[in-house]
């Protein structure tokens, strides 16, 4: 199986939507002839043209709201944020207006709009830049969040948010545009194409002792302190990927608890009102009675994004915070 990169997944899995649908375009700052502020849309100017590949002005409530607008017209327009903490110059239209469209016109009205770009910290653009808000639209009903954490997932995921009838919000790390995974060709899979259903977690890695739950980045914190806890201290950790926030497939997560009676969240997110509070609230909730600790977190720490390099790897969880808190609670 051939090995490729975050950006490169994401690319082939737009590639194949403009093929698949007519009513699909990709509109953003930098997206057409400049190839992408990360080169997710290299290429894809050249092939499709002006009126599937849009640049847009640095306007994001403006060109955000156009997109909105020609969703609930019937085109499927996938928006580029160049940061995610862009979003909140539209947030009315995000927020009040994508997320409501169904409910306030009775069912009349879709909006399948995907709006992606970069939700992270870890590259050292400061406190205006480096936010990672998935926990915010979350919590937004109608909207769907998603967060693919490898090439695999990217592909088969931005796939099924563009063929989503509502509002997805895909969040991505910069720090993981560049890494690769092994992805099957089209033609080694059995349906033809790389899909995966928004709403359903993966088990990253089987494992009985604890369980790892993570989304995003995070995810491959775990499952590099996984590799070390089982290798060096003889614990077997379990990493679930939550990969679609909302929808939650709590199921998996669950049963994964139910297995392992230990659970820790770990998220590059806040901790206040974060995702893994909510994650760990119906832990304690559903799981109660199966846990042999307490449930823990490992988040960012509660302060702005910090500008200086060596400061903002100390504020953002990592493999030894992991190791550390695990060896707590096993």
Same mark, same amino acid.
């Given at each position: 199986?051939?090995?490729?990169?975050?950006?490169?997944?994401?690319?082939?899995? %737009?590639?194949?939507? %403009? /093929?698949?649908?007519?009513?699909?375009?990709?509109?953003?700052?930098?997206? /057409?002839?400049?190839?992408?502020?990360?080169?997710?849309?290299?290429?894809?100017?050249?092939?499709?043209?002006?009126?599937?590949? !849009?640049?847009?002005?640095?306007?994001?409530?403006? $060109?955000?709201?156009?997109?909105?607008?020609?969703?609930?017209?019937?085109?499927?327009? *996938?928006?580029?944020?160049? $940061?995610?903490?862009?979003?909140? *110059?539209? $947030?009315?239209?995000?927020?009040?207006?994508?997320? @409501?469209?169904?409910?306030?016109?009775?069912?009349?009205?879709?909006?399948?709009? !995907?709006?992606?770009?970069?939700?992270?910290?870890?590259?050292?653009?400061?406190?205006?830049?480096?936010?990672?808000?998935?926990?915010?639209?979350?919590?937004?009903?109608? %909207?769907?969040? *998603?967060?693919?954490?490898?090439?695999?997932?990217?592909?088969?995921? &931005?796939?099924?948010? &563009?063929?989503?009838?509502?509002?997805?919000?895909?969040?991505?790390?910069?720090?993981?545009?560049?890494?690769?995974?092994?992805?099957?060709?089209?033609?080694?899979?059995?349906?033809?194409?790389?899909?995966?259903?928004?709403?359903?977690?993966?088990?990253?890695?089987?494992?009985?002792?604890?369980?790892?739950?993570?989304?995003?980045?995070?995810?491959?914190?775990?499952?590099?302190?996984?590799? *070390?806890?089982?290798?060096?201290?003889?614990?077997?950790?379990?990493?679930?990927?939550?990969?679609?926030?909302?929808?939650?497939?709590?199921? @998996?997560?669950?049963?994964? !608890?139910?297995?392992?009676?230990?659970?820790?969240?770990?998220?590059?997110?806040?901790?206040?009102?974060?995702?893994?509070?909510? &994650?760990?609230?119906?832990?304690?909730?559903?799981?109660?009675?199966?846990?042999?600790?307490?449930?823990?977190?490992? @988040?960012?720490?509660?302060?702005?994004? &910090?500008?200086?390099?060596?400061?903002?790897?100390?504020? %953002?969880?990592?493999?030894?915070?992991?190791?550390?808190?695990?060896?707590?609670?096993?």
């Amino acid at each position: 199986m051939r090995s490729i990169s975050y950006r490169d997944a994401l690319r082939e899995g %737009l590639d194949e939507e %403009l /093929a698949h649908d007519d009513n699909v375009f990709i509109m953003g700052e930098e997206v /057409a002839e400049y190839n992408g502020a990360y080169k997710i849309t290299q290429g894809l100017w050249d092939k499709w043209g002006d009126k599937r590949v !849009v640049d847009a002005p640095i306007s994001e409530g403006g $060109f955000i709201g156009m997109g909105i607008g020609a969703s609930m017209l019937g085109l499927r327009p *996938v928006m580029e944020l160049m $940061f995610f903490s862009f979003a909140y *110059v539209a $947030f009315d239209q995000m927020m009040n207006n994508a997320a @409501t469209c169904r409910y306030m016109s009775g069912g009349l009205l879709n909006c399948p709009i !995907v709006v992606r770009g970069p939700a992270n910290g870890g590259t050292n653009v400061g406190a205006t830049h480096s936010h990672t808000p998935e926990n915010i639209f979350a919590n937004m009903p109608g %909207l769907k969040v *998603v967060s693919p954490a490898t090439a695999y997932d990217a592909k088969g995921l &931005i796939k099924s948010a &563009i063929r989503d009838n509502d509002p997805v919000y895909f969040m991505e790390s910069t720090v993981l545009y560049g890494q690769e995974w092994d992805v099957p060709e089209n033609s080694e899979l059995p349906g033809g194409e790389l899909i995966i259903p928004l709403g359903k977690a993966d088990i990253k890695k089987e494992g009985t002792d604890i369980s790892l739950i993570a989304h995003g980045r995070a995810v491959i914190t775990c499952l590099e302190a996984a590799k *070390v806890l089982q290798d060096e201290h003889g614990i077997n950790a379990e990493v679930v990927d939550l990969r679609s926030i909302r929808p939650l497939d709590e199921e @998996t997560i669950m049963a994964s !608890v139910r297995k392992t009676h230990k659970a820790i969240y770990v998220e590059e997110n806040k901790p206040f009102c974060g995702v893994g509070a909510q &994650i760990s609230s119906m832990i304690m909730e559903q799981c109660f009675d199966d846990l042999d600790a307490p449930v823990l977190r490992i @988040t960012s720490m509660d302060a702005p994004a &910090i500008y200086s390099p060596p400061l903002e790897k100390i504020q %953002l969880p990592d493999v030894d915070d992991v190791i550390k808190r695990v060896k707590e609670i096993c």
